[in-house]
């Protein structure tokens, strides 16, 4: 059984190598050292413009490009593809006779990447191409792994963000709630405290004067509206526990005796009871 392929030697021998030389037995030499090496995927051009129709058909992986060309030249090339030599790391590798210092500086400038001396040497060819296929090879994967995971993190902060209006809906949801419950334990505590002081009060205001001149106390203080608005819905709570103390002992017309007396007392302790089970800040 043969071995996998890794991705890198699928990618190799399935490179679109395009020639650009208006030699014809400078392109049957390179095509032959090309094919000799297992390279299939090879087409040319003999001239610029016909070069730039082949790549904006389809992009090559590497082109070995002629620099002195009829009609347009290996120069009109170079600075016709210069977007697709940066944002697809499409490597250049130039076929002059020219060597000359001005010349590489020349060429390194308008985008491509290393020559091929004429006459070529079927090494030096293979060498310099599967250099240029391989950085192409890596450039593209490094590209597509920063692109998978720049969709990670946008797929994952979606869901962080529907995460957090998740987490603060249920937050409102949640003091809503707490609230609703504070009203209501407000309410019954309200009701019981009317109800204790309607016993041995007839119009059972008593309460309410308690709330209003605490309330204007803490306005007298100098106390913040939420402190103000905590003491005017507490005070009237402060009798609560004459719901427990016996009417015999509560609507006695007379004086209270010393035992009846330490009874009555106990009202304190009874609302303290009564109030010390709910958790909102008025109790």
């Known amino acids: 059984m043969m071995p996998a392929r890794s991705p890198r030697d699928i990618f190799n021998a399935n490179a679109h ?3 650009v030389d208006d030699e014809p037995a400078n392109v049957l030499l390179l095509q032959r050292i090309l094919r000799g090496a297992g390279y299939t995927r090879i087409s040319s051009a003999g001239d610029g413009n016909a070069a730039l129709e082949v790549i904006g058909s389809e992009t090559p992986d590497l082109v070995l490009l002629d620099l002195m060309m009829p009609v347009r030249d290996g120069f009109g090339v170079l600075q016709e593809i210069a977007p697709l030599l ?28 290393d020559f091929l001396t004429k006459p ?30 720049e969709e990670r993190v946008a797929q994952r902060t979606v869901e962080l963000r529907e995460l ?24 019954v505590l309200s009701r019981l ?3 204790a002081e ?19 106390l803490g306005e007298r203080l100098g106390l913040d509206k939420t402190a103000i608005e905590l003491i005017r819905r507490a005070a009237p709570l402060h009798d609560v526990g004459k ?7 509560l609507l006695k017309p007379g004086k209270l005796t010393p035992e009846e007396f330490d009874v009555m007392k106990t ?8 109030l010390a089970a709910g958790h909102s800040p008025f109790v």
């Open 198 to 216: 309607l016993r041995d009060d007839d119009t059972g205001q008593h309460t309410q004067r308690v709330a209003l001149l605490s309330a204007r």
């Open 120 to 149: 070529f040497d079927g090494l030096e060819v293979l060498l310099r191409v599967q250099n240029l296929l391989e950085t192409r090879f890596l450039t593209l994967q490094l590209r597509d792994q920063n692109r998978h995971l």
């Open 267 to 274: 009202h304190a302790s009874i609302g303290g009871a009564l």
């Open 17 to 19: 190598i395009l020639i």
């Open 193 to 195: 405290a009317q109800a």
């Open 164 to 187: 957090y209006d998740q987490l603060v809906i249920s937050n409102q949801q949640l003091q809503q709630s707490q609230r609703a419950v504070e009203e209501s334990q407000i309410e």
């Open 86 to 113: 940066q944002n697809e790391y499409l490597p250049v590798l130039v076929l002059t006779a020219d060597v000359s210092p001005d010349t590489k500086r020349r060429v390194l400038s308008v985008g491509a990447k």
């Open 243 to 249: 719901i427990g103390i016996s009417d015999l002992i």
